[in-house]
């Protein structure tokens, strides 16, 4: 079992840089894939980014692709997503997931066995 902590939401103007945090303890961090989803006020959860176990391979939202990169330190148990260009659209509870017995997880919820509690992060205009 593992447990997510995410970090690093809050309130920036648009154009603004955040860099999420998600701290995982529990099982060993490096056997599992990882991924970011944010759920928008009155939309459904919708898939962000997504890193295999090792790093080397990563997948984005065609919405954020070119302003959010994702990223993980195996030594230090944590995945980030750096945000750059922040607009409204962009303002959501993001979430932090890990998936089991997969290399590389992608996109699709299904495939994330643990979640965190979320942290918001809002954009004004």
């Known amino acids: 079992q593992v447990q997510l902590v995410e970090s690093g939401g809050g309130l920036v103007q648009a154009g603004a840089s955040l860099r999420l945090s998600c701290a995982a303890s529990?099982?060993?961090?490096?056997?599992?894939?990882m991924g970011w989803f944010r759920q928008a006020p009155g939309k459904e959860r919708e898939f962000v980014a997504a890193?295999?176990?090792?790093?080397?391979?990563?997948s984005y939202a065609d919405s954020v692709k070119g302003r959010f990169t994702i990223s993980r330190d195996n030594a230090e148990n944590t995945v980030y997503l750096q945000m750059n260009s922040l607009k409204p659209e962009d303002t959501a509870i993001y979430y932090c997931a890990a998936a089991e017995g997969f290399y590389f997880a992608g996109s699709r919820d299904s495939n994330y066995d643990h979640w965190g509690k979320g942290t918001l992060v809002t954009v004004s205009s």
């Open positions: 890193i295999s176990r090792s790093g080397h391979s990563t």
């Open positions: 529990g099982r060993t961090f490096s056997s599992y894939a």
